[in-house]
């Protein structure tokens, strides 16, 4: 089993920047691809971006690309999403999600474990 905590979230202005956190714990060792994901009510959840262990492949959503930037510390067991230029459109509950599959997927179901959340609110 793997724990994940997200934290970070927050009311912010559009344009602000924002880091999120999410701590694993648990069978660390298992959590081989971490991803976040983020949703609004009545919609899907959203492949945001994802991150191998090593750092060594990424993957952002087109939607944030350029703004949003996942990065890793495999010491702390930490991910962390950095958002820069915010937008309203940007506000959501932002999810932390990893699986032991070995690559990079941009599905729901292609990650075994989930953090509660963590909600985001982009003012205008």
């Known amino acids: 089993q793997v ?3 997200e934290s ?17 714990s648990g069978r660390t060792f298992s959590s081989y691809v971490m ?13 945001v971006a ?11 959503a087109d939607s944030v690309k350029g703004r949003f930037t996942i990065s890793g510390d495999n010491a702390k067991n930490t991910v962390y999403l950095q958002m ?20 990079l997927s941009r599905t729901v179901a292609g990650y075994d474990y989930w953090g509660q959340g963590t909600q985001l609110t982009v003012s205008s």
Do not use: H, M
Request: charged share 20%.
């Open 8 to 24: 970070g979230g927050g009311l912010v202005q559009a344009g602000d920047s924002r880091r999120l956190s999410c701590a694993a």
């Open 50 to 60: 994802a991150i191998t262990r090593s750092g060594g492949s990424t993957s952002v």
């Open 35 to 47: 991803g976040w994901f983020r949703q609004v009510p009545g919609k899907e959840r959203e492949f």
């Open 3 to 5: 724990q994940l905590v």
């Open 84 to 103: 820069n230029s915010l937008k309203p459109e940007d506000t959501a509950v932002y999810y932390c999600a990893a699986t032991s599959r070995s690559w």
